[in-house]
């Protein structure tokens, strides 16, 4: 499985733009970037997946360059209700089954 | 009408007690997991069931011991429970194999040994 590096934490103010990068250097040709928000006291919650290029939801957009050696995940405008823990997972969903790890991901903080 | 859902939410309980988290889904999901959290926020992955058959039993102690009495059900039993199983334990939920979707998972269940 590829490993990830995120950023341990981030800070915001409301309504700016927040941007997390994770690096994943050996990604496999079959491995899919995927990202995961917690809220305190609740599981993670599925937001955004992608291969390559660019994918955009209601919630984020996920940035891929090329060489798919790392992701951005960028949220726009963001809240208070955004403050969360922010998780990068990189792996093949045709072949996950639960072996997708979650790593320690980044804790960010909206600040009024 | 919650997709994922666990019970209880809080477990306080003492050394060497026995207990269970049950967990059930109503997405029609094929496979159903459970994941331990610790104090620095990771997530591992302990089980994972497809169809009622164990896929993955990643190292964990025999005191944990998987039950799913169907495809919508996935338990935990804990026996001999120790100062070390203190975490917060996930159930997740997904369709299977080739699932772009990703993971469901419940709100959690926070266990405190003392």
């Known amino acids: 499985l590829a490993k990830t590096t995120q950023p341990i934490s981030m800070d915001s103010y409301e309504g700016q733009e927040v941007n997390i990068t994770c690096s994943h250097n050996n990604i496999a040709t079959n491995d899919y970037i995927t990202w995961y928000q917690q809220f305190p006291s609740q599981g993670p919650r599925f937001i955004i997946q992608g291969y390559k290029t660019k994918v955009t939801n209601e919630v984020a957009s996920l940035f891929i360059p090329a060489d798919r050696k790392s992701s951005t995940l960028s949220l726009p405008r963001v809240s208070l209700s955004d403050t969360a823990v922010y998780y990068c997972l990189v792996g093949d969903p045709t072949d996950s089954w639960g072996k997708l790890q979650f790593g320690a991901g980044t804790q960010v903080v909206v600040t009024p | 009408d919650t997709a994922v859902s666990q019970t209880p939410k809080y477990l306080v309980t003492q050394m060497g007690n026995d207990k269970s988290i049950k967990c059930e889904q109503n997405?029609?999901?094929?496979?159903m997991y459970w994941y331990k959290q610790d104090s620095k926020k990771f997530l591992k992955i302990m089980f994972s069931y497809n169809n009622k058959e164990l896929i993955i039993n990643e190292t964990v102690p025999n005191r944990f011991s998987p039950k799913s009495p169907d495809k919508a059900h996935l338990n935990l039993h804990i026996n001999s429970l120790e100062l070390g199983d203190s975490a917060v334990y996930f159930c997740?939920?997904?369709?299977?194999?080739?699932?772009?979707?990703?993971?469901?998972f419940g709100s959690g269940t926070r266990l405190t040994v003392v």
């Open positions: 997405l029609g999901h094929d496979t």
């Open positions: 997740a939920s997904s369709r299977g194999q080739g699932d772009n979707y990703g993971y469901t």
